[in-house]
């Protein structure tokens, strides 16, 4: 990985010491670079890529324009306020100082990190009150604290670089990762590489191999990737999941199966496809609808044999043909579902595309 800090040239003492101790203590294992001024940290982010830039501090719009710059790069941020956000700091010069910058820039800065690095139990309460972010991290301070040394310090912000990098790792893949995940997707559902002609695509890094282990894993659907790796004999590095944890979006629940929500009991296969494109559609609605759910439907269209004629009748009586029509072209998009397995054509449309962002997103911090 590759980080920048960036704290203000006119920071404390104890910032910039606390940032080098940092950077020592990680120089064998990641990249760190420093930078001290905005046109510094926005020419440096322009010239060479790094994963995350660590903001130090607060209250200084240049932190603000290093943001924005690493956001269109694809950087992603953590903040350490190092104090700066505790009540007794911004009651000082409240209204004509703290109030103004806290709407301008401040706010988005905390809400836009995918973490806050704290340093004690207080701190992480005045955050909790703020109520900006709710993903904060106690780190103590070496140099303030004999609760803890530099190394296992250095350690643990190590520890969280990593579990910024391990969430919504889709946004981070390739194209070829992407198109990696739909084949094995589908050679997983289907039982049987011919689906996917006399070549397929595989992925020869291997971070983007822990990417692609890390979204399947909170996508649920772990076990059809598994089956298609097993299927194609592709050569994939084993990650543990267990050890590999992740920021998860606030509220994210883990997906109920169509099965489990609309249950088994159904007099033929049309009243049970009925059922599930209400399913779908109430799941839609809620931006709930996600690539397990795609995988599922993918499996009852070709596991299942239905009248399509009758089904479709049906859709257009209950005003479900067209969103029917969408799901088609998102469940090829995703899990590549076949045109002759449709009972209906598919549609891409302006709503189509929203509901494909939705599912894009559905782990987006």
Not at 47 to 69: K, N, P, S, T, V
Not at 229 to 237: K, Q, S
Not at 306 to 317: M, P, S, T, V
């Amino acid at each position: 990985m590759k980080i920048l800090h960036f704290y203000s040239s006119n920071a404390p003492e104890m910032v910039s010491r606390y940032v080098k101790t940092l950077c020592e203590e990680m120089s064998s294992q990641l990249s760190n670079d420093i930078v001290t001024t905005p046109n510094e940290a926005i020419a440096t982010l322009k010239e060479r890529h790094y994963d995350l830039l660590h903001i130090h501090g607060c209250w200084q719009y240049g932190f603000y324009r290093a943001m924005r710059q690493a956001e269109r790069l694809g950087t992603r941020i953590v903040v350490t306020p190092h104090g700066q956000l505790e009540p007794w700091v911004m009651k000082e010069g409240y209204w004509k100082e703290k109030l103004p910058k806290r709407l301008l820039f401040q706010h988005a800065i905390v809400c836009h990190a995918y973490a806050i690095i704290v340093q004690g139990k207080m701190e992480e309460e005045c955050l909790s009150k703020l109520g900006w972010n709710s993903r904060t991290v106690i780190i103590r301070n070496s140099l303030i604290t004999n609760t803890i040394n530099a190394k296992d310090m250095a350690q643990q912000m190590q520890n969280v670089y990593r579990k910024i990098m391990d969430s919504n790792t889709l946004q981070l893949m390739t194209s070829n990762t992407r198109i990696t995940l739909r084949q094995l997707l589908k050679v997983g559902i289907t039982g049987d590489k011919r689906w996917l002609g006399e070549s397929y695509v595989t992925i020869t890094d291997h971070n983007q191999w822990r990417m692609l282990y890390c979204y399947v894993h909170h996508e649920q659907v772990a076990d059809i990737v598994k089956r298609g790796l097993n299927i194609l004999h592709m050569e994939a590095p084993d990650f543990d999941i267990s050890k590999m944890p992740c920021f998860l979006p606030d509220g994210y629940e883990p997906s109920k199966t169509i099965e489990e929500a609309i249950g088994m009991q159904f007099a033929t296969e049309n009243d049970r496809l009925m059922a599930t494109f209400r399913h779908l559609r109430r799941l839609a609605l809620r931006r709930r609808l996600t690539l397990a759910h795609l995988a599922e439907l993918d499996k009852e269209l070709r596991y299942h044999d239905a009248a399509e004629d009758q089904l479709c009748d049906a859709l257009k009586e209950h005003h479900l043909y067209v969103f029917a029509r969408r799901i088609m072209q998102l469940a090829h998009v995703f899990t590549g579902l076949d045109e002759g397995l449709m009972p209906m054509p598919m549609l891409e449309d302006r709503q189509t595309r929203i509901m494909k962002k939705n599912i894009e997103n559905h782990l987006k911090i």
